[in-house]
């Protein structure tokens, strides 16, 4: 299949041949097994990489790749992606160093392989007692409104855990980044009212 790349104002257009897909299997569930075990991701570690930010993570292998003219780590690194996400219309390349700015975006009608952000939030050390309305007052606390980052969107999320902001993951239109928060402003919501109260 052809995987279509962009980088700056650059179009390039990568033949990945289903043979080499196929061929590669073993060494694409290797890379998988080795972001299981937790990725460092710019200046944050991530236990455990979504699907989505394990596209991202390899995008950023792939940009290494073109920079350097290395053909075949770029056409593996290719062929993961398409391997991944067998409904990828192309690949936007970042050309600032973040990995979470590179953008995966699908065909029309095609879904993002499963990928929830809410999971990648921790919701330990939380304040324990409080009543709905004080929950509600903390999750607002607790997570940013939506913001715009360069050409992407995201979110905040405080980590009572280690006293920290954590940001989403990157999304390509408002709406989608709206969505992902929603779901992990229910799932803070919750866990705020199940933290045992105190007597």
Not at 63 to 85: K, P, Q, V, W
């Amino acid at each position: 299949m052809i995987l279509k790349v962009t980088l700056g104002d650059q179009l390039i257009e990568l033949n990945v041949p289903d043979d080499l897909i196929r061929q590669a299997g073993d060494f694409f569930d290797r890379m998988d097994a080795d972001m299981d075990q937790g990725w460092q991701v710019n200046r944050e570690w991530v236990d455990q990489p979504d699907p989505m930010l394990r596209g991202q993570i390899v995008a950023d292998k792939l940009l290494t790749a073109l920079e350097n003219e290395d053909h075949n780590l770029g056409r593996l690194m290719a062929g993961y992606i398409c391997s991944r996400f067998p409904d990828i219309d192309r690949v936007e390349l970042s050309e600032q160093g973040e990995t979470r700015d590179h953008l995966l975006t699908m065909k029309p009608g095609a879904e993002m392989p499963d990928s929830v952000p809410a999971l990648s939030f921790s919701h330990s050390g939380l304040p324990a007692g409080l009543d709905e309305t004080e929950a509600m007052v903390q999750t607002s606390k607790d997570i940013s409104e939506v913001f715009r980052a360069g050409r992407q969107y995201r979110f905040s999320v405080y980590d009572h855990a280690t006293g920290r902001w954590q940001e989403s993951p990157s999304f390509s239109d408002k709406e989608a980044a709206e969505a992902a928060r929603q779901q992990v402003y229910r799932a803070r919501f919750e866990a705020l009212l199940k933290a045992p109260r105190i007597h």
